[in-house]
Every structure is written in structure tokens, then in C-alpha cells.
T-cell receptor, first 117, second 115 residues
């Protein structure tokens, strides 16, 4: 089955520790994204990548880092510099814009709930 | 500065009636608009989309309307069913430059369909 997976579903860490969230997709999508959702808020873009070995900062990139060494994988590291890391993290992937302007809707993983105490 | 806004955090509708969810945007360069449905503790799932060159797209019980002059879109669900109860996110896709293939999401509207 094609899809996008995130692991683990729940993650607990002590303050001051870096933690890496996994995201894997077998949809052969070029683009991958990381979002953060806080209670009562929408999805805010952390980082995104349109192609392997390239990525761009989103709206709230401070305190986070990513890598895109393989097409299928886009891990997100939450560093100790992130002031409020406790949140629900969502990874997504999509095809890149097609010439005929067909929508490249995003496919989302199930999310990882990170709690830092 | 939020470029996609959903001003109604919640909506309650009786089963069988129409649900209308609204979304406003500020950037006229968005080329595609999408609606996603999300259950708690899960990732959003794609529902329906519309190109900026269209004004209506229909898929079964779901219809999205786009009013470009007003920078407004809406999702109509007819008839509403209890299983439609979820949070609905509106999203818009950037079309060029730094916004290429970048998606902007609204804050969501929680729909409750009462039996």
C-alpha cells in the first residue's frame, strides 16, 4: 500500500534534549513538508522540500532542522533551541506542480505528538 | 500574517441539512484551493479542490465554490451526515517564486452534525 508514515505516534522527551521525528513515504512524491499543529490552531509550516538534497524554511523554522538525503525520507529534528516544542507534528508529501495545473494535493501522515517536560 | 482565514471556529448542523464552511484569502497569486478533513489525533485527508480558473467543483455531496473577486471560497456539504463531523481545513497553494508549491492553511472549522 502506498502511503506516508510517521513514527512514533507519541514521543516524550526531557527539556534540553534534541529529538528526531521520522517521516517516510512510498508515493514517489518529490515534495515533502513538516507542519506543526497547536490546540485550536491551524497547520503552520516548519520546513519543506521540493527535491532531494534541497529544502526551504517555512514560517516557523527556528529551533528545527531537517535533511532530505533520500526521496522517501524527510526527518525533522526538534532541537533544544525550540522554545515550545510540545505539539502535534504532521508530515505531508505531494507531487510538484504539473504543467496542466492539476492540483497536487498533500497526503498526510498520522502525526507524532511530542511532549517535552 | 495569516493569508488564509477561516473565521468560524465551529459550526453545528442538523443531519440532512446543508453545511456551509467558509474561507477567505488575501493572496491573489494562489492558484489552487483545497479542503481537508481531519479527525482528532490523525493527519488531514484531502477532500476536494478547485483551480483558480474555475468557480465551482462538485464531488458527490461536496461542492466547493470560488469567488475570486471577493477572495472567498466555501465548501457545501449536502446532505450533512453525522460521519461528516470533523475539523475542516481550507488551504491554498502558492504558484510562483518563494511560494511555489507551498501550502497555506486556515485555522480550521469544527463541524458537528447532529443526528
Amino acid at each position: 500500500d502506498g502511503g506516508i508514515t510517521q513514527s512514533p505516534k507519541y514521543l516524550f522527551r526531557k527539556e534540553g534534549q534534541n529529538v528526531t521525528l521520522s517521516c517516510e513515504q512510498n508515493l514517489n512524491h518529490d515534495a515533502m513538508y513538516w507542519y506543526r499543529q497547536d490546540p485550536g490552531q491551524g497547520l503552520r509550516l516548519i520546513y519543506y522540500s521540493q527535491i532531494v538534497n534541497d529544502f526551504q524554511k517555512g514560517d516557523i523554522a527556528e529551533g528545527y532542522s531537517v535533511s532530505r538525503e533520500k526521496k522517501e525520507s524527510f526527518p525533522l529534528t526538534v532541537t533544544s533551541a525550540q522554545k515550545n516544542p510540545t505539539a502535534f507534528y504532521l508530515c505531508a508529501s505531494s507531487i510538484v506542480l504539473l504543467a496542466d495545473r492539476k492540483a497536487g494535493e498533500q497526503y498526510f501522515g498520522p502525526g507524532t505528538r511530542l511532549t517535552v517536560t | 500574517d495569516q493569508q488564509v482565514k477561516q473565521n468560524s471556529p465551529s459550526l453545528s448542523v442538523q443531519e440532512g441539512r446543508i453545511s456551509i464552511l467558509n474561507c477567505d484569502y488575501t493572496n491573489s497569486m494562489f492558484d489552487y484551493f483545497l479542503w481537508y478533513k481531519k479527525y482528532p489525533a490523525e493527519g488531514p485527508t484531502f477532500l476536494i479542490s478547485i483551480s483558480s480558473i474555475k468557480d465551482k467543483n462538485e464531488d458527490g455531496r461536496f461542492t466547493v465554490f470560488l469567488n475570486k473577486s471577493a477572495k472567498h471560497l466555501s465548501l457545501h456539504i449536502v446532505p450533512s451526515q453525522p460521519g461528516d463531523s470533523a475539523v475542516y481545513f481550507c488551504a491554498a497553494r502558492g504558484s510562483g517564486g518563494d511560494n511555489f508549491n507551498k501550502f497555506y492553511f486556515g485555522s480550521g472549522t469544527k463541524l458537528n452534525v447532529k443526528p
